[in-house]
T-cell receptor, first 115, second 114 residues
Framework: AQSVAQPEDQVNVAEGNPLTVKCTYS??????LFWYVQYPNRGLQFLLKYITGDNLVKGSYGFEAEFNKSQTSFHLKKPSALVSDSALYFC?????????????FGTGTRLTIIP | DTGVSQNPRHKITKRGQNVTFRCDPI?????LYWYRQTLGQGPEFLTY????????KSRLLSDRFSAERPKGSFSTLEIQRTEQGDSAMYLC????????????FGPGTRLTVL
C-alpha cells in the first residue's frame, strides 16, 4: 500500500519570504516522489521528482524538495516566494515495485503568497 | 510540442445519461492513465494502459465505467447511467515508458451530473 499526507490545508507566506509545503509518505518499497501544482480550472503541472540519488532535488520555477528517508518526508521549498506561486500543490508517491504504475496523491495544500 | 489534450473540457448531463470523454496523449507516449479528482481532494487513480492493453483498474472503476485505447494512441472513458456522485474532474496523463517517468497531465474534463 502507498499513501501520502499533506498536513496543512492552507499555507500563507509573505512575498519574498521562504516557503515550505509539507509532505510525508508511506510505501512498502522504494518511494518515487513527485510534486505537482494546479492552477484554477487547469490540470496538474509537474514541478519536480525524486527517484534516486541526491536527496535535494531542484525543479521548475525555483522550487526544490528534500527527500528524508528516516522521516519519510519530501517537503517542497522555495527560498523567496512570489505572488505568482499562489496555487494548489499536490505531493504524490509511487511505490517503486515492479509493475506498479499508479500515483497516489495527497489532498493538496493551498499556498497563498501575500503581497 | 503539444501536451496531453482532453475533450470536451466541460460536460453537463442529466442523471442516467451516458457520457464519453477523449484523451490524446503526448506523441509516442505508450502509457496512458485516467484519474478522477473531486472537489477538495487529490486525484485518484482509475486505470492505465500500456499501448492498447489495459493493465490495471481501480476498484473505483465500477461496472458503469469503461475505458479503451483501441490503437494505442488516444483513449476514451465512458460512463454509463451517470449518477450525481460521478460529478468530478476527469484527468488524463501520459508517460513515455513507465515507472520512473513523470506523468504529464492534460487539462481535464469537468463533468457535472444534474
Amino acid at each position: 500500500a502507498q499513501s501520502v499526507a499533506q498536513p496543512e490545508d492552507q499555507v500563507n507566506v509573505a512575498e519574498g519570504n521562504p516557503l515550505t509545503v509539507k509532505c510525508t509518505y508511506s510505501v512498502s518499497g522504494n518511494p518515487y516522489l513527485f510534486w505537482y501544482v494546479q492552477y484554477p480550472n487547469r490540470g496538474l503541472q509537474f514541478l519536480l521528482k525524486y527517484i534516486t540519488g541526491d536527496n535535494l532535488v531542484k525543479g521548475s520555477y525555483g522550487f526544490e524538495a528534500e527527500f528524508n528517508k528516516s522521516q519519510t518526508s519530501f517537503h517542497l521549498k522555495k527560498p523567496s516566494a512570489l505572488v505568482s506561486d499562489s496555487a494548489l500543490y499536490f505531493c504524490a508517491v509511487r511505490d517503486g515495485g515492479f509493475g506498479n504504475e499508479k500515483l497516489t496523491f495527497g489532498t493538496g495544500t493551498r499556498l497563498t503568497i501575500i503581497p | 510540442d503539444t501536451g496531453v489534450s482532453q475533450n470536451p473540457r466541460h460536460k453537463i448531463t442529466k442523471r442516467g445519461q451516458n457520457v464519453t470523454f477523449r484523451c490524446d496523449p503526448i506523441s509516442e507516449h505508450n502509457r496512458l492513465y485516467w484519474y478522477r479528482q473531486t472537489l477538495g481532494q487529490g486525484p485518484e487513480f482509475l486505470t492505465y494502459f500500456q499501448n492498447e492493453a489495459q493493465l490495471e483498474k481501480s476498484r473505483l472503476l465500477s461496472d458503469r465505467f469503461s475505458a479503451e485505447r483501441p490503437k494505442g494512441s488516444f483513449s476514451t472513458l465512458e460512463i454509463q447511467r451517470t449518477e450525481q456522485g460521478d460529478s468530478a474532474m476527469y484527468l488524463c496523463a501520459s508517460t513515455p515508458r513507465g515507472a520512473t517517468d513523470t506523468q504529464y497531465f492534460g487539462p481535464g474534463t469537468r463533468l457535472t451530473v444534474l
